[in-house]
Nanobody, 124 residues
Framework: QVQLIESGGGLVQAGSSLRLSCAAS????????MGWFRQAPGKEREFVAA????????SYADSVKGRFTISRDNAKNTASLQINTLKPDDTAVYYC?????????????????WGQGTQVTVSS
C-alpha cells in the first residue's frame, strides 16, 4: 500500500510559477515510478510527467515540455512538480500517482495508487 498527499496548489495569475509536492508513505518510496496527471473541468484525466525510481529518467507530455519539471527526493519520500509560466489552460486538479513498475508509462491505468489531488487555477 502507498498513501499519497499532494500540496502546493492554489489560485495564481498567468505567467507565475507553482511547485506541487507529493508526500508518499507506506511502501518503500524508491522502488516505484512517480507520475503526475491532471484533470481539467469537463475533460479526461491526462498524463503530465513521470520519473523513474532512481530519478535518472523522466517523461513529459508534449504540452508541458519546457515549462514543467518533475523531480523526486527518495530520502524524503517526496516528488515535486515545478510549473513555470502558468497558463489558463493549466487549470486543473493535479494528481500524483504511483506505478509499481519502473517504466515511464503515460496511461493512467498502469498507476496503482493515487492522491486526492490539488487544485491549480490560473487566472488570465
Amino acid at each position: 500500500q502507498v498513501q499519497l498527499i499532494e500540496s502546493g496548489g492554489g489560485l495564481v495569475q498567468a505567467g507565475s510559477s507553482l511547485r506541487l509536492s507529493c508526500a508518499a508513505s507506506g511502501r518503500t518510496f524508491k522502488t516505484y515510478t512517480m507520475g503526475w496527471f491532471r484533470q481539467a473541468p469537463g475533460k479526461e484525466r491526462e498524463f503530465v510527467a513521470a520519473i523513474r525510481m532512481s530519478g535518472d529518467s523522466t517523461s513529459y507530455a508534449d504540452s508541458v515540455k519546457g515549462r514543467f519539471t518533475i523531480s523526486r527526493d527518495n530520502a524524503k519520500n517526496t516528488a515535486s512538480l515545478q510549473i513555470n509560466t502558468l497558463k489558463p489552460d493549466d487549470t486543473a486538479v493535479y494528481y500524483c500517482a504511483v506505478d509499481l513498475g519502473n517504466g515511464l508509462r503515460t496511461q493512467d491505468y498502469y498507476y496503482d495508487y493515487w492522491g486526492q489531488g490539488t487544485q491549480v487555477t490560473v487566472s488570465s
